[in-house]
């Protein structure tokens, strides 16, 4: 589990994750450390909701996600804060529960009229869908999905690393684009590696996935193997890339994406302790102590 609040904590019913545009209110009045109202605490806040949906089956702790007006200004006691600063402040089943909260809050109001007829749309009872009483159109949450790779030399002693223009300053990551249609995951992440950094890459195997709700991004994550070229940086996408050992790792992003589950678990193959890795985590350097 993360490090700061439970569930366990706050009851038997609902929890309540309330978006103001895409940030999560959060009360800040206790001295058990911030928390996510629970039916009591909802109602006590009587912040008035555009839209309430339940966040979905599946799960130990009932969900309700509400969609707020941008006017709406936090009440007392409370703050607003985007899903990435709550990495390590809700435990892990909270988190994973508020990235599918924002994910069912911005496919429903983006699915309130049909897409083929314009008609009003309606909920389909007993499932997440919704469904035009006109013409029948049926939608569900969508769910994009990208590949991520780490990239290994041949004899595996580095690893290739890129960063964007939108990176953090110094900070290197792993390299990642959307799936086209007709490809196979594989496909992409060859595809993606040639485009981005030039170079062409061959034992591409399945390393796992993660959920990523950025805005609605399912990440597949692999490992491949340099197979030749010279590396030429896409550069509307890459910034830079290198070649990076063990010993001179450049700044990673913190333990929240399969991104820096990947190096780590590269890391480790190495002898190398991932706890020693400099990380960016959003408001400045962390180091290791």
């Known amino acids: 589990m993360g490090m700061g609040m439970s569930h366990e904590a706050e009851g038997a019913g609902a ?3 309330a978006f103001r545009g895409r940030n999560l209110l959060v009360l800040t009045d206790s ?14 806040l ?3 909701p555009l839209r309430i949906n339940e966040v979905g089956e599946g799960l130990s702790v009932r969900g309700m996600v509400v969609e707020l007006a941008e006017s709406v200004e936090a009440p007392a006691g409370a703050a607003f804060h985007g899903l990435r600063g709550l990495h390590g402040v809700l435990d892990d089943e909270l988190y994973r529960m508020a990235g599918r909260a924002v994910q069912v809050m911005e496919w429903d109001r983006s699915h309130l009229f049909c897409s083929r007829c314009g ?6 009872e007993g499932e997440l869908a919704k469904r035009c009483p006109a013409c029948g159109k049926t939608d569900y949450p969508r769910i994009t999905p990208a590949v991520i790779v780490r990239i290994e030399s041949g004899d595996g002693s580095r690893v290739l690393l890129a960063r964007g223009p939108q990176f953090a300053p110094g900070v290197y990551s792993t390299i990642a684009g959307f799936v086209e249609p007709g490809e196979s995951l594989e496909e992409a992440v060859a595809r993606e590696v040639r485009e981005e950094v030039g170079v062409e890459v061959a034992e591409i195997r399945y390393f796992g996935s993660q959920p ?4 609605h991004s399912l990440m597949v994550g692999f490992t491949a193997r340099y197979a030749g070229g010279e590396l030429r940086l896409q550069e509307s996408e890459v910034e830079d890339a290198k070649w990076f050992g063990v010993d001179d790792m450049p700044l990673v992003s913190p333990p929240l994406s ?3 589950v990947l190096i780590d678990d590269w890391v480790r193959s190495r002898g190398g302790d991932p706890a020693t890795l400099r990380a960016f985590d959003g408001s400045g350097i962390r180091r290791p102590e």
């Open 31 to 44: 001295v058990a450390g911030p928390r996510l109202p629970d039916e009591a605490g909802w109602t006590a």
């Open 15 to 17: 929890i309540y994750f």
């Open 212 to 215: 990523w709700p950025y805005p």
């Open 119 to 124: 008609t009003a749309a309606e909920r389909v």
């Open 46 to 48: 009587a912040l008035a």
């Open 258 to 260: 399969i991104a820096r």
